[in-house]
Structure formats: C-alpha cells, structure tokens
C-alpha cells in the first residue's frame, strides 16, 4: 500500500516567492495533519483537517500561511511571500481518527535563500 | 509550547545493551504514542499506549505509562545497529484531536 506522499522532496527557492507544498493521504484517512520540524522547536503542528475541513490551525506562523484540502485525497500548504526563517521539513501525515497511530510522508525539506 | 519533554536528549550505546529513554507531559492525556525517525525520514509510529494501560510490549519494545507521575519511559531490548533513530513521545490531550510532540532522543547505537 502506498504510504503518504509528499511533493516536492526537496524545494529551494529566494525568499519572496511563492511556495506550495503537496499531499496526499492515505486512502480512507480522515484526518490530515501537516507539520514543520526545525532544530530550534522540534515538530509543530501547523494544521490539521477532518473531512477535508480545516480544525485547528493555530499553529500556523502567520498569515503569509494558508492550507487547503479540496478533497480527501489531496492537500496544500502553500508560504506566500516565503522568507528565509521559513526553511525547515515540513511533513504531512494521515490518521483514521484521532486515537489511531498517525502516518507520516518523508516530508519537504525547503529551503529559502 | 512542548507538551511532552523527552530525556535524555541523546543516548548512546552499544550493540546488545538496552536503552531506556523517557518522557514526561503536563496535562491528562487520552494516549501516548512513540514514534522513530530515522534520519531524513518520516516519522514512524512505533507504539501507542492508552490513559488505563500501564504497560504494554511489542517484540523488543516495551512502554510504561504512570498516569499519577505523568511519564512514560520506552525500553528498548538487545539494541542493533538499525534501532538508531531519534525517538519521540507524542500525547493526545483529553480535549482530543492533536498530537503534541517531544523534543526527541536521539539513540545510537554502536555495533
């Protein structure tokens, strides 16, 4: 069975531009999460979906963030303008429900110059 | 802020030994999983325990859980070479939903 899948790997980018992350679930997952992992603070957690609806997203930076998941078998983080702070592994994951193990993508390590 | 604070933050041993690492978190939990992140990976779920478990095994893994003291410790068996990894203990709050992740211990382990 395919895992989660994370695109791209690898993003390097000048601050300023655009940046858009993907995701995709496993299927039948209800729950999608995205995560940023940095040295600094660990493993956050920037938003997490229930039936592609949007749940908790406190724990997104600031408004240059925004998250959407236009159906359950897909979902975007996107940075608009990206700044050099914002480089970190971000990770996606997806859970059947909240007391189920969550599965984890190999996540997008950005970097922004 | 960190829900679960994980120690030590490094660890090492060799071959064979058995590595403990620990995990401490400040409010009443639903459960508490264990995760291994093998270096640039994702995270992989280890072992979930739930609020009125106190103990529970997976072949070389066992995991403890005092509700009173708010800690949960993973011990690891007969170490290999393979088991190094960073080590993360996540808990979902009563409020449910979310997980909250530790800092990490990183294990090696020495052949």
């Known amino acids: 069975d395919a895992g989660v899948i994370q695109s791209p790997r690898h993003e390097v980018t000048e601050m300023g531009q655009e940046v858009t992350l993907r995701c995709k679930p496993i299927?039948?997952?209800?729950?999608l999460f995205w995560y940023r992992q940095t040295m600094m603070r660990g493993l956050e957690l920037l938003i997490y979906f229930n039936n592609n609806v949007p749940i908790d997203d406190s724990g997104m930076p600031e408004d240059r963030f925004s998250a959407k998941m236009p159906n359950a078998s897909f979902s975007t983080l996107k940075i608009q303008p990206s700044e050099p702070r914002d480089s970190a592994v971000y990770f996606c994951?997806?859970?059947?429900?909240?007391?189920?193990?969550?599965?984890f993508g190999d996540g997008t390590r950005l970097s922004i110059l | 802020s960190q829900q679960g604070e994980e120690d030590p933050q490094a660890l090492s041993i060799q071959e064979g030994e058995n590595a403990t690492m620990n995990c401490s978190y400040k409010t009443s939990i639903n459960n508490l999983q264990w995760y291994r992140q093998n270096s640039g990976r994702g995270l992989v779920h280890l072992i979930l325990?739930?609020?009125?478990?106190r103990e529970k095994h997976s072949g070389r893994l066992r995991v403890t859980l005092d509700t009173s003291k708010k800690s949960s410790s993973l011990l690891i068996t007969a170490s290999r070479a393979a088991d190094t990894a960073s080590y993360f203990c996540a808990t979902e709050a009563n409020q449910g939903g979310k997980l909250i992740f530790g800092q990490g211990t990183e294990l090696s382990v020495k052949p």
């Open positions: 994951a997806s859970s059947l429900n909240t007391a189920q193990p969550q599965h």
């Open positions: 325990i739930r609020s009125n478990e």
């Open positions: 299927s039948g997952h209800d729950y």
